[in-house]
């Protein structure tokens, strides 16, 4: 079938909530994919941070092909083998105790505001707690997720949400100090702030923030939904910050390719939230998606991949820096590891996304002014060279 022809079906089956670019991908090969009539691609989008090994990792794909004849799915009624090794391995990446398996970020967050909930609810016997979030944050679309994202766009056609949330304004511990009350439970923010524009949390206010929660018993949850998994530097962000969260949110690399994402919880969360009926899922924890999730934690060992986020993310930063102090429409560049963004100033942003499209390099956008580049994590300094020259070209 012909590009436009496959575009056109998907137009008239597939439900318009995207405005998709006019490209229809069909493989992929290390950090290039390849669209239909064969053009290459450099990738610099990774499925928006997701596919982290980059294409045809020969572990990874073996894995899932050796898991595919062995078995595919059961259900949580009973154990299987691949569950109980991505559990521990993530729980050993993370220092944190316990995993719940969920099918995408916003279902790991939804998790995440449960065992919030039932946390206090435990705690002073009654329900109706709040929970605050922050300004521009990201955190999912099904109902929960939307209701903690500080986006009003995203937001008012599906008013109402759920109650009891309160936004704050990320890196002002003053704002999140003033939306406290006594029925506060939790706080939830991205480490790095993402689809708002790449902003990563300051280290006092992050401290700030878990020194007020250990005071208050409030829970902290970070969402590493897309900042986690090595792409800042460390396994999860939040480990070069000193702290470390009641509650994280994992999906997006988690199982490079394979949709799984991840609510883990620390001991004390653990044994005083979520019990047997409280939480389910018919697909979580299903043993394909976990045996992803296993092999990715393998390959990112083997490989050393972390070590070599920093030193690649090192050069990026750069030729990043290099090209704000050349092209005066770009201000800023902000970002940790392999998760950066240029602001661009007084030129629409989509507009160099779909010239540097036309000129093979996949990019893509983060709030509204911001070039975001979140490559898979096993780009070398020779991706980045090639990267900078397509997007010069684009300028
Ligand atoms: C920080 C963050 N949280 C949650 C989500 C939602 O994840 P999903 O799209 O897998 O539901 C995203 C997706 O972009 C994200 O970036």
């Known amino acids: 079938m012909k590009a436009n022809e496959i575009m056109e ?21 290390g950090v290039r994919l390849y669209d239909v ?49 991505a559990a521990e391995k993530l729980v050993k990446a993370s220092g944190m105790d316990k995993v719940f398996f969920t099918n995408s970020g916003t279902e ?32 999912g679309r099904s109902m929960g997720a939307l209701s903690v994202t ?46 708002g524009g790449i902003y990563p949390a300051d280290p006092e206010f992050l401290k700030g923030v878990r020194a007020l929660c250990d005071e208050k018993d409030i829970l902290l949850i970070l969402d590493e939904i897309q900042c986690g998994m090595g792409r800042t530097g460390s396994m999860f962000a939040w480990q070069q910050y000193g702290v470390k969260p009641d509650i994280m949110t994992c999906a997006k690399a988690l199982g490079c390719g394979i949709p799984v994402g991840a609510f883990v919880l620390n001991q004390k969360t653990a044994e005083h939230s979520l019990v047997p009926g409280d939480h389910g899922t018919t697909y979580g924890g299903n043993p394909l998606a976990c045996a992803a999730v296993s092999a990715v934690f393998d390959i990112f ?3 050393k991949i972390v070590d070599h986020v920093q030193q690649v993310s090192a050069y990026l ?29 007084g030129r629409p942003v989509g ?13 893509i956008t983060a709030g509204s002014d911001v070039l975001r580049m979140v490559p898979p994590l096993v780009i070398t300094e020779a991706d980045v060279d090639e990267m900078i020259e397509k997007l010069e070209k684009s300028f």
């Open 351 to 363: 507009e160099i996304v779909q010239q540097a499209l036309k000129n093979g390099l996949l990019v």
């Open 301 to 303: 060992e083997k490989e």
């Open 108 to 139: 790991a967050i939804e998790g995440a505001l449960k065992a919030a909930r039932k946390y206090a609810y435990l705690r002073d016997g009654h329900s109706d707690h709040e929970i605050i979030a922050m300004n521009h944050s990201f955190h």
């Open 9 to 29: 079906k998907a137009e008239n089956y597939v439900l318009h909530t995207y405005n998709r670019y006019p490209v229809v991908l069909d493989h992929g090969k």
């Open 150 to 195: 500080g986006n009003t766009h995203y937001q008012d056609p599906f008013r109402p949400l759920i109650g009891g949330i309160r936004f704050a304004d990320f890196n002002d511990l003053e704002s999140v100090k003033a939306q406290i009350t006594e029925k506060t439970c939790a706080i939830i923010l991205e480490t790095v702030q993402g689809e």
């Open 37 to 85: 009539e064969g053009k290459e691609y450099l990738d610099f989008a990774a499925g928006i941070a997701v596919f982290a090994l980059g294409y045809g990792n020969e572990t990874y794909d073996q894995t899932l092909k050796d898991q595919i004849d062995r078995l595919i799915h059961t259900s949580n009624l009973y154990y299987n083998e691949p569950m109980a090794d």
């Open 317 to 345: 930063e750069k030729q990043l820096d290099e090209l704000v102090e050349k092209y005066e429409f770009l201000t800023v560049r902000r970002g940790k590891g392999l998760m950066q963004g240029l602001v661009v100033s």
